[in-house]
């Protein structure tokens, strides 16, 4: 029997942009609401592209989070050098294909973002 495989209907959306800053300390961060879309499991993966290797790695600061969550994220990073995609922990399911960049076409509800 094959491992069916998920879709992700919805994109990302931009939500807001935020004062906070990253680690270095000069970079500002936006906030980036991951919808779960036809993610059954509720789980994604992200990753970021890396220029000096011009590789994909696991996001360093959330390589996994629950759909429906908001994580702050660098704006340079938002078109192209972000992914994500639908996963099973159990390994049940195959994932999904990867999802590059985020929709800045299609704005968040601003409510849309869990206190967390």
């Known amino acids: 029997m094959g491992r069916s495989v998920y879709t992700l209907v919805a994109a990302l959306a931009f939500t807001l942009s935020s004062g906070a800053t990253s680690a270095a300390g000069d970079d500002a961060r936006v906030t980036v609401f991951y919808p779960a879309g036809a993610c059954e499991t509720r789980r994604l993966e992200i990753e970021v592209f890396a220029r000096a290797t011009r590789t ?5 600061a959330h390589p996994r989070i629950d759909a429906d969550t908001c994580q702050p994220e660098d704006p340079g990073q938002l078109l192209n050098e972000l992914r994500l995609r ?3 922990p159990e390994g ?4 999904s294909d990867w999802i590059v960049g985020v929709d800045l076409a299609r704005p968040a509800d601003p409510g849309a973002c869990k206190s967390g």
Not at 92 to 95: E, F, L, N, T, Y
């Open 56 to 60: 994909w790695k696991p996001h360093p």
């Open 86 to 88: 639908c996963i099973d």
């Open 92 to 95: 049940k399911r195959a994932p």
